[in-house]
């Protein structure tokens, strides 16, 4: 039951330019999502997230785009850095308050090349 | 900047034995969740625990599996009677009242022999 999906297992960017990851959902009940990094052996580290009220959000290199009609988000790294490189998880929870479980999509594994 | 912990980060067990993963929130945070991680497959959750209740649990969450906040800090998560199957990256989360992002622990990793 794959609610959250990304299709990309990895994904390989030339230093300085743009990364975009993508995440797809089926439940309609989602209505925060949340991008997370993780590097091997450690715990996932939040990034940035939207809310379904919002269509991008911007915090710095990373900005998120949500399409609410085509169930999408995408997440862009500009410009990308080798520090970059890391499994990104897109998440997602069905409460518009604390306390809800998160779904995690499968991870884009991303390669800055120098 | 405050961070989750989890002690142990690596544990062996033997299939049989009982565990106890512990994890420490982030101190104002009221919300705590576990989820794991097998090998090569995503994140999933098990349970959610809020006012010294459980609030959701997962069906990988059977009755081998409880939790519990034993004092103002630790969360612990045990496994009663492991299986191989058990073997994975557990992670403990925390948030806030009123805010939907979760804070992760760096993990532990269980291994079932």
């Known amino acids: 039951d794959q609610q959250v999906k990304q299709n990309s297992p990895s994904l390989s960017v030339q230093e300085g330019r743009i990364s975009i990851l993508n995440c797809d959902y089926t439940n309609s009940m989602f209505d925060y999502f949340l991008w997370y990094k993780k590097y091997p052996a450690e715990g996932p580290t939040f990034l940035i997230s939207i809310s379904s009220i919002k269509d991008k959000n911007e915090d710095g290199r990373f900005t998120v785009f949500l399409n609410k009609s085509a169930k999408h988000l995408s997440l862009h790294i500009v410009p990308s850095q080798p520090g970059d490189s890391a499994v990104y998880f897109c998440a997602a929870s069905a409460q518009k308050s604390s306390g809800d479980k998160l779904t995690f999509g499968t991870g884009t594994r991303l390669a800055v090349r120098p | 900047e405050p961070e989750v912990t989890q002690t142990p980060s690596h544990q062996v067990t033997q299939m049989g034995q009982e565990v106890i993963l512990r994890c420490v929130p982030i101190s104002n945070h009221l919300y705590f969740y576990w989820y794991r991680q097998i090998l090569g497959q995503k994140v999933e959750f098990l349970v959610s625990?809020?006012?010294?209740?459980?609030?959701?649990k997962s069906e990988i969450f059977d009755d081998q599996f409880s939790v519990e906040r034993p004092d103002g800090s630790n969360f612990t998560l045990k496994i009663r009677s492991t299986k191989l199957e058990d073997s994975a990256m557990y992670f403990c989360?925390?948030?806030?009242?009123?805010?939907?992002?979760?804070?992760f622990g760096p993990g532990t990793r269980l291994l079932v022999l």
């Open positions: 625990f809020y006012n010294n209740e459980i609030s959701e």
């Open positions: 989360a925390s948030s806030r009242d009123n805010e939907e992002t979760q804070y």
